[in-house]
């Protein structure tokens, strides 16, 4: 009898405790469910990333992109004054902001290109630096294929992107609009610095087999272009099909070197370039390095710089020089 009672009491105290674990388990999973749905960031180094360790941190950071869409978190950071290797490509998914400190860097080895950006997503803050020779790639692309338009908040601000390793390649900045139906339209820059590489900035639309193609209607706000082969490209037709139109440039900062072939190089129709182009009795000595091309009409470049020193081959184009304007 009395084992018989024994065994009960011990039957009944491991049915508690099963009890117990199961409700234990059972509001975990509700914790961690609340506390997904209460994060609004995600560290990259909660998801192995590790800085200054020289190390290829690309995989982590794109798994943390990745989590935070699955999860609905809008934000993914890195934090402080550290560096992360880069050696593969990212892709900033949509409805993704990306975060860095003000002098956290991202060093890129290899060829490849960086950071590809989807729609109502953005970058602010911190450094792409380029430290490998070999580099000949974009750093920072958008792709005509998202479509982007005006309902959406994609914006990249407030970003250093520097190619340190002297070779004068690469692209810092696409916007590509490559087929039919491809778009790239109100997206805003701002607060930008490009150095040192091929070409500063290049906005392209392909000609389509139906259908257009155009990257319309962006601003660019106040960029620094240094130390660049080409800064600012454009390749598209006058008008549809394919067009580079009605782009703002405004708050211009450009300081050729040496290595400068081209500052402007403009197609398509109502685009505005303002700012300020110095040294120009160093670097610019005839009418080659800015180029309104046969395929361009009614854009309009305000800066230090008359007339004489622009090629203009398209139609109804405007140069306005600012006063003490270089001759």
């Known amino acids: 009898m009395l084992n018989s009672k024994r065994n009960v009491v011990i039957a009944l105290l491991l049915v508690l405790l099963c009890i117990g674990v199961i409700y234990q388990w059972m509001n975990t999973g509700k914790e961690l469910e609340a506390s997904k749905d ?57 409805d993704i902001q990306m975060k860095l400190g003000t002098t956290t860097r991202l060093l890129v080895e290899g060829d490849f290109r960086v950071i590809e950006i989807m729609k109502n997503a953005g970058i602010t803050g911190g450094i792409i630096e380029i430290t490998d020779d070999n580099f000949n790639s ?3 692309y958008l792709s005509g294929s998202q479509k982007f338009w005006s309902w959406e908040k994609t914006s990249i601000e407030e970003l250093s992107i520097i190619n340190s390793s002297g070779s004068n390649k690469g692209l810092g900045l696409m916007l590509h609009a490559e087929k039919s139906d491809h778009h790239i339209s109100f997206v805003n820059f701002i607060n930008i610095n490009i150095v040192g590489f091929h070409t500063g900035v290049k906005l392209q639309a392909d000609k389509p087999e139906n259908q257009y193609s155009f990257v319309n209607g962006n601003r660019f706000a106040n960029f620094t272009l240094d130390n660049c082969v080409h800064f600012i490209e454009f390749q598209s037709s006058i008008t549809v099909p394919n067009e580079v139109s009605g782009n703002q440039f405004t708050g211009l900062q450009i300081q050729p070197s040496e290595s400068t072939e081209k500052i402007l190089t403009v197609t398509g129709s109502d685009n505005y370039f303002e700012g300020m182009i110095w040294d120009p009795e160093e670097y610019i000595q005839d009418n080659q390095l800015i180029e309104f091309t046969e395929e361009s009409m009614r ?14 081959l398209g139609d109804a184009n405007s140069i306005l020089a600012r006063n003490n304007s270089a001759e």
């Open 299 to 312: 854009n309009k470049l305000e800066s230090n710089l008359n007339a004489n020193k622009v090629n203009d």
């Open 138 to 140: 974009e750093v920072v």
């Open 38 to 94: 209460t994060m609004h960031y995600v560290n990259v180094e909660d998801f192995g990333a590790k800085a200054n360790d020289e190390q290829d941190d690309s995989k982590a950071i794109q798994e943390a992109i990745d989590y935070s869409v699955e999860n609905n978190i809008s934000e993914v950071r890195l934090n402080g004054n550290r560096d992360y290797n880069i050696e593969r490509s990212i892709i900033l998914k949509s």
